[in-house]
């Protein structure tokens, strides 16, 4: 007590030789201030410099009780809440904490942001009998928490929910409805003709065209539903206790709201469309990420539309089927690749006027589990659909060239898809 009441009392000065005034000198170029606080007395006792680190008048805080009053009603916890909702077997080491709570404006100084650690020191029955600390202002420190906090979850253009957090919202939404036996809904809404007016004026005004749709889809959303920005020209609507029916009247709504007139730019009026995918839960999927993907193959089918339309979710056997039979088959390219499966069959072609084969063309076969030849024409159509023929073009090439090095004096021809023909990158791959 004696070390902190000479701290308290000498005079701050860099001058100042002595300990006590070096170490107030310290705290001060730190923006601390120090203080003991007596339980018995509820007295609160300041280093010299706590009115100008706190930026109020000492008077205010000469006591726990007056310095609750500089309190703002929002603050979570305060040292009151850590110091006496607590209990400790004595020990002289203390009990430590440190929190963070903000002081309110007054009518001269704005809100404050500090930081309060210390220990306080229990008495014979565990309770709290004094507290040392030390109050530390955070204002900057705060705001630069709280804006990277922001921006780690928030859209810059829209100030919506970014992909990440849209992610996560839907994915609690998901559960609730799951614990209440309720149903929500998720979808996709996407500008239809937003390459057309960055080509025509500018990703300026494409930007203005993003953010006014943003505006308008938020004014009609129920209360307690959630709206982010799922991507450059696509927003994602999280839509909680909502029925198919209630789904269809909300998607149409969207959709209106949108459509209701032209967009006011800088470079003049600019009409905008949406097109709307949805999936409706926990019927369609049971995770944020198997919804966002149904609301995405949805939204696929409604962009096919000939106008803005939207399309909701719904089970097909024979989509099912057809996905297993791709998945299978590409699984099975792929093991052909690696494995070297995949052969060629020379198929001579004759000339009728000679009788001599002069040449052959290399049909693609694959060697099945018994070491027998089997064509791999059903391979071809799926590999086409799923971008992967451009690997099996390239294998057909190398097998072709292997077999022109075994027989130099063969002329072979072979089959390469139109993709690979057309694709400039690997057609130079393949005349390489």
């Known amino acids: 007590m004696t070390e902190f009441a000479n701290l308290q009392e000498t005079a701050i000065s860099p001058e100042n030789p002595t300990p006590a005034g070096l170490l107030a000198s310290a705290i001060t170029a730190a923006g601390e201030a120090a203080y003991h606080w007596s339980m018995a007395t509820d007295v609160l006792t300041w280093s010299s410099n706590a009115g100008a680190v706190l930026k109020r008048s000492a008077g205010l805080f000469g006591s726990g009780k007056k310095f609750a009053t500089l309190l703002d009603s929002d603050n979570l916890t305060t040292r009151y809440d850590a110091v006496m909702h607590s209990f400790a077997e004595p020990d002289p080491a203390g009990v430590a904490f440190r929190i963070e709570y903000q002081l309110r404006a007054t009518a001269e100084n704005p809100a404050i942001w500090v930081e309060d650690s210390g220990c306080w020191y229990p008495d014979a029955e565990g309770k709290p009998r004094e507290v040392f600390g030390i109050i530390h202002l955070i204002t900057d420190r705060h705001e630069q928490d709280q804006n990277l906090s922001y921006l780690s979850h928030s859209d810059k253009l829209t100030g919506m929910m970014n992909r990440g957090r849209l992610t996560e919202a839907l994915q609690e939404a998901i559960t609730v409805s799951g614990s209440e036996g309720a149903e929500c809904a998720f979808a996709v809404a996407a500008i239809n003709n937003l390459d057309v007016i960055n080509d025509a004026f500018g990703f300026d005004v494409a930007d203005e065209v993003i953010s006014t749709i943003a505006k308008r889809l938020r004014s009609v959303m129920r209360s307690g539903d959630g709206i982010g920005r799922y991507s450059g020209s696509k927003f994602g609507i999280i839509l909680n206790a909502c029925s198919r029916a209630e789904l269809d009247r909300a998607l149409d709504r969207f959709l209106l709201v949108v459509r209701d007139g032209v967009i006011e730019t ?140 075994r027989h130099p004096g063969a002329r072979i021809a072979i089959n390469i898809s139109a993709t690979t023909a057309n694709d400039a990158r690997w057609n130079s791959q393949i005349i390489d």
Do not use: Y
Not at 324 to 341: D, Q, S, W, Y
Not at 360 to 366: K, N
């Open 266 to 405: 800088r470079h003049g009026p600019v009409w905008a469309l949406l097109s709307i995918g949805a999936a409706s839960m926990p019927e369609s999927a049971d995770s944020a990420e198997k919804a966002m993907a149904r609301a995405e193959e949805s939204l696929s089918h409604a962009l096919r539309q000939s106008t803005d339309s939207f399309t909701v979710f719904e089970h097909a056997e024979e989509r099912e089927t057809r996905r297993m039979v791709n998945a299978r088959c590409a699984t099975e390219i792929i093991e052909c690749l690696k494995n070297g499966v995949f052969h060629l069959a020379f198929q001579p072609l004759v000339n009728v006027a000679t009788g001599t084969a002069d040449i052959h063309e290399g049909l693609l076969r694959m060697k099945d589990t018994a070491g027998e030849f089997v064509a791999a024409g059903h391979l071809v159509p799926v590999a086409e659909r799923l971008g992967l023929i451009r690997l099996i073009d390239r294998a057909v090439v190398q097998l072709a060239l292997e077999a022109l090095h």
